[in-house]
Structures are given as C-alpha cells and as structure tokens.
C-alpha cells in the first residue's frame, strides 16, 4: 500500500471517528451546590426568601429579608455581591429599612437600560394582608440606592417574583394580593396579578392590570411571555399548610398581554402552599422549579418543557433529603448555566446552586 493511500485511509478514519465523537450523547454535569450563608451571619437567624441576579459586569447580587423571624418587628432588606472571578460572598448590608414597620420579600432585578431595580414589601400591620410594594433604584449596580418609592398603595398587595421584558419593551411585574389575617392559610380571595411599567414613560409608573381567580385562591405567579402579549403564568395555591391529597400549582393565561386572564385551573404539578418560580430559556424552552409534593417542601425539582408548556416530560430532583426546600427563585446566566438560589433550615440557611438545562433532560424521572 503506497504511503499516499495510508495517508487517505488514516484521514477517512480519523474524520469517522471525529464524526461519532461529535454526534455522541454529551452527559452534563452535576450541579454545583454551595451554602451561602446560615445563622452565623449577624442579620438575624431569619433569612429569607432569597433574590439573586446576574449583574451587567459579571457581579452576582443577591438580596433576601431578615430578622428574628417572619413577622419580627426589626425586619430589614440585605444585600450580599459576589464580585466576578471571586469565591466570596461579600458582608451583608441593610439596603432597605423602615424604623417602624417590618419589610419583606426582596426581589433584585436588573432592567436592558442599566437600571436596578429592587421591589420589596411593607407590611403595615400584623399579617402580609396588610402589606404594600415599594421600590429602590441603583444607578451604579447596586453600589448605591435611591429613596423609596411607592408601587402601589393597595392594601394586601405584594411581590415575589422578578419582572420580565416583554415583546414590545415594556416590564411587566409579577405581584399579587392576599386577602385574610390568618397566618397559616391563604385565604380563597387571594389573586395573583401583575404591574406594568413602559420605560419610555417612566412618570406613569407601574399600572395594576388583571388579576388570576381560583377557586382556592392563589398567590406569587411566575410569568413568562410564550408569543407577543400571551403570557402563561404558574401561581402558588391557596388553602393551608400540612398533609392533603389535593393541591397542585394553579395555571393562568392572558391573552392581551396582562390585561385580562383566564380563570386559574389545577396544573399536575404538586404545591404544598409554596412558592414557584417558571422561566424561558434561550431556546424557548420552559423551565420550572418547585416541591414535586402535596405536603412537604421537599424535594425540590425542576422540570422542563419544549412545547411551551403542553406537556413537561423532564424532570429531576435537585434536593431531596427531609428538609423544607423553600422560595426557589432562579434565573438563566448569559453563558446559558442555570443560577438557582432558596431556603432551608426553617429558613435559617440560603443555598446556591448552578446547574446546565442538559441535566435536567438526562433525567428518567417521571
């Protein structure tokens, strides 16, 4: 065999080979899971629930409410960076106060214009019934912060999860109102619904639009933006605490862009009473984390869907030791990782976890 044909088979073999190896299954790797911080950190034993974004300059932020416990009366709002390229996160600081009433539920949200934006809640009187948004900007990535602002001044309205952009520009905030003074039930009255915000005109404000009924009440909608002004949101359901054979996430759609919304039916998705948080990819795929459970916060699962949430036939577990895995927020970096962070420890712990979406198709969970 000459050397030119020895050279042709090697070539022929090496690109065969290539080939396979490029069409071959790549297995992603596990999650990355990291404590961020407990009850050493002086803030106060509560921590919770925790906010994070991923900052223009590569920063992550993180912000979370805390205290002595979740209607303590010296509830504040703090903040923790961790800068780009480090493996510290940064000493917390008070980046909202009230000298009279407690705060809640930070939510951290950096818009296209540059601007930070940090809603929070002001509870008024001895339940989150009593409670009302409001808002601080950062102009310099969370280096400083304006005075607040108000979002609305509607009693029992609150925030949870972070605002998306929509097809035409504007913001849209999920929010949503509570109704009773029961601390362990959620009562039926509650809705959730959601804030409008054109940063063109910025002196309009954020404008309420339609709300989501159900038949047991529902609270904390998670939106996404499926086509220009259909939205699809998944809310936590009303009702009470403790072991039930019945209740699952409560689904809503709008198809005018928030305006008005169907009425919340049951999802297949398990809801102890806990909060949700449903994002879209890059791809347009669908991405949901949750407790894949009725009565217990655990485990903690995310599923996905590629048929903007016909079906969702992915799912894997991310924690499921006997815990109470609480307020999951995530969202996607812009290297495409997936940046997960929530409570445990009777919400005395802020877990951090990154994981890749591959992970979560390589499940055979069902």
Same mark, same amino acid.
């Given at each position: 065999?000459?050397?030119?044909?020895?050279?042709?088979?090697? %070539?022929?073999?090496?690109c065969l080979i290539s080939a396979s190896l490029s069409t071959a299954p790549v297995e992603a790797a596990d999650p990355v899971f990291r404590r961020v911080f407990?009850?050493?950190?002086?803030?106060?034993?509560?921590?919770?629930?925790?906010?994070?974004?991923?900052?223009?300059?590569?920063?992550?932020?993180?912000?979370?409410?805390?205290?002595?416990?979740?209607?303590?009366?010296?509830?504040?709002?703090?903040?923790?960076?961790?800068?780009?390229?480090?493996?510290?996160?940064?000493?917390?600081?008070?980046?909202?106060?009230?000298? %009279?009433?407690?705060?809640?539920?930070?939510?951290?949200?950096?818009?296209?214009d540059g601007l930070v934006w940090m809603?929070?809640?002001?509870?008024?009187?001895?339940?989150? !019934?009593?409670?009302?948004?409001?808002?601080?900007?950062?102009?310099?990535?969370?280096?400083?912060?304006?005075?607040?602002?108000?979002?609305?001044?509607?009693?029992?309205?609150?925030?949870?999860?972070r605002p998306i952009v929509l097809a035409d520009g504007t913001y849209l905030l999920p929010g949503y109102e509570e109704s009773g003074d029961d601390k362990e039930d959620v009562g039926k009255g509650s809705v959730s619904t959601c804030f409008r915000y054109d940063p063109k005109k910025?002196?309009?404000?954020?404008?309420?639009?339609?709300?989501?009924?159900?038949d047991r009440g529902n609270i904390q909608p998670a939106i996404v933006e499926l086509e220009p002004n259909h939205l699809?949101?998944?809310?936590?359901?009303?009702?009470?605490?403790?072991?039930?054979?019945?209740?699952?996430?409560?689904?809503?759609?709008?198809?005018?862009?928030?305006?008005?919304?169907?009425k919340g039916a049951d999802t297949?998705?398990?809801?102890?009473? !806990?909060?949700?948080?449903? %994002?879209?990819?890059?791809?347009?795929?669908?991405?949901? %984390?949750?407790?894949h459970n009725m009565a217990e916060r655990t485990p903690l699962s995310v599923a996905v869907s590629k048929d903007s949430g016909k079906t969702w036939p992915y799912r894997r577990d991310l924690e499921t030791e006997y815990n109470a895995f609480a307020y999951p927020i995530f969202f996607q970096a812009r290297d495409g990782k997936i940046h997960a962070i929530y409570t445990s420890d009777k919400r005395t712990i802020i877990h951090h976890c990154v994981f890749d979406e591959e992970?979560?198709?390589?499940?055979?969970?069902k």
């Open positions: 065999m000459s050397g030119r044909i020895i050279r042709s088979v090697v %070539i022929a073999a090496t407990g009850p050493e950190i002086p803030t106060g034993p509560y921590k919770h629930p925790a906010c994070l974004e991923e900052l223009s300059n590569g920063d992550l932020y993180m912000v979370y409410y805390g205290g002595q416990g979740e209607y303590a009366n010296d509830t504040a709002v703090f903040a923790s960076r961790l800068k780009n390229g480090s493996s510290e996160w940064t000493k917390p600081v008070v980046i909202a106060r009230d000298p %009279i009433r407690s705060l809640g539920n930070g939510v951290i949200w950096e818009a296209p809603f929070y809640v002001v509870r008024f009187g001895p339940t989150w !019934s009593d409670s009302r948004i409001q808002a601080k900007v950062s102009k310099d990535l969370c280096e400083t912060w304006s005075d607040p602002t108000v979002i609305t001044f509607e009693r029992g309205l609150m925030v949870r999860n910025p002196g309009d404000g954020w404008a309420r639009l339609g709300s989501i009924k159900s699809l949101a998944y809310c936590r359901r009303g009702g009470g605490y403790g072991p039930k054979s019945s209740g699952y996430i409560v689904a809503g759609e709008s198809l005018d862009g928030g305006k008005t919304w169907s297949a998705f398990p809801n102890p009473n !806990s909060a949700v948080d449903l %994002i879209k990819l890059k791809n347009n795929d669908l991405m949901l %984390i949750y407790n992970w979560v198709l390589q499940s055979t969970q």
